[in-house]
């Protein structure tokens, strides 16, 4: 596999990280699965249009392709192209990636690679960050007065839970976990926490029904810390999570400055921030 990033645009820009991500791994690793023997080829151009940077990436394969009649459809959900092909999945991959695409406004095209195989391409057009953008992007919040703290971890994925509990260990936290938001309650309840990492969609109570009741219970649970984790984090999701009582968001897959940052902003008292 080749790799190829011809920069010509702005250092910075405002975007989604962790969609981009996502959106890149999609395609690439789509690639690799279907050219098992074969070559691979990605690029990833920037170029500046104005105020904006308009993001380009392709990724090419010599593999088995998409029939020409079917380009225009392989993007629906749970078209599988031809599902009889090794590998083939449930067919969910390539239509997120143009959900993602399409919530940036963008586009995402899927054409036949010069290589013999599939070309899959997608152009966005991201806003330039500005110098003071930049400076908030890096800024880290400083470390809370607290030796320690006592940490609830709510989430129904065992691996999410123990994932967290890891992270907190290293941060020199302590924790307990429960596996749906009606535990929560129930701990919150029962025990003086320091902070809770949230998620959103759990069994029995979710994670908005659960900080909802936590904050009803009134006394310092009104003003207790409390994190969605979630990957549903777009600016829409962030203003509904706010207002229904949480301090900030962090998006999964977590990454671990990510997680400090929160952390330290919310028991800080800098409340309301999405990170």
């Known amino acids: 596999m080749t790799v190829a990033c011809e920069a010509d645009g702005a250092e910075w820009v405002e975007a989604d990280e962790t969609r981009l991500k996502q959106l890149l791994n999609n395609l690439i690793?789509?690639?690799?699965?279907?050219?098992?023997?074969?070559?691979?080829?990605?690029?990833?151009?920037?170029?500046?249009?104005?105020?904006?940077?308009?993001?380009?990436?392709?990724?090419?394969?010599s593999g088995p392709g998409v029939p020409p009649d079917?380009?225009?459809?392989?993007?629906?959900?749970?078209?599988?192209?031809?599902?009889?092909?090794?590998?083939?999945?449930?067919?969910?991959?390539?239509?997120?990636?143009?959900?993602?695409v399409e919530r940036m406004d963008g586009r995402i095209l899927a054409e036949t690679s010069p290589l013999g195989g599939a070309r899959f391409r997608f152009d966005l057009k991201l806003t330039r960050a500005t110098a003071e953008d930049q400076n908030a992007r890096l800024a880290i919040a400083e470390p809370t007065s607290h030796e320690t703290l006592h940490v609830l971890v709510a989430d129904d994925n065992t691996a999410n839970r123990f994932l967290a509990g890891k992270l907190l260990e290293m941060f020199g936290c302590?924790?307990?976990?429960?596996?749906?938001?009606?535990?929560?309650?129930?701990?919150?309840?029962?025990?003086?926490?320091?902070?809770?990492?949230?998620?959103?969609?759990?069994?029995?109570?979710?994670?908005?029904?659960?900080t909802r009741a936590i904050r009803a219970?009134?006394?310092?649970?009104?003003?207790?810390?409390?994190?969605?984790?979630?990957?549903?984090?777009?600016?829409?999701?962030?203003?509904?999570?706010?207002?229904?009582?949480?301090?900030?968001?962090?998006?999964?897959?977590?990454?671990?400055?990510?997680?400090?940052?929160?952390?330290?902003?919310?028991?800080g008292g800098q409340v309301r921030q999405a990170a």
């Open 29 to 61: 690793g789509n690639a690799i699965k279907f050219t098992p023997h074969g070559r691979v080829e990605a690029r990833i151009t920037t170029r500046r249009d104005g105020d904006k940077v308009v993001l380009s990436a392709q990724v090419d394969d």
């Open 70 to 100: 079917r380009l225009e459809t392989v993007f629906q959900p749970f078209n599988t192209g031809d599902a009889n092909r090794p590998g083939a999945g449930a067919g969910l991959g390539l239509a997120i990636c143009r959900q993602i």
């Open 174 to 210: 302590t924790h307990d976990a429960v596996a749906n938001g009606a535990e929560a309650v129930e701990a919150a309840r029962t025990v003086a926490y320091d902070l809770i990492l949230m998620d959103i969609k759990m069994p029995v109570m979710d994670g908005v029904s659960a």
């Open 217 to 267: 219970m009134g006394d310092a649970r009104a003003t207790l810390p409390i994190l969605a984790l979630t990957a549903n984090a777009d600016d829409r999701d962030a203003v509904g999570y706010m207002a229904a009582g949480m301090n900030g968001v962090v998006q999964k897959p977590i990454q671990p400055d990510v997680l400090l940052n929160a952390i330290r902003r919310a028991v």
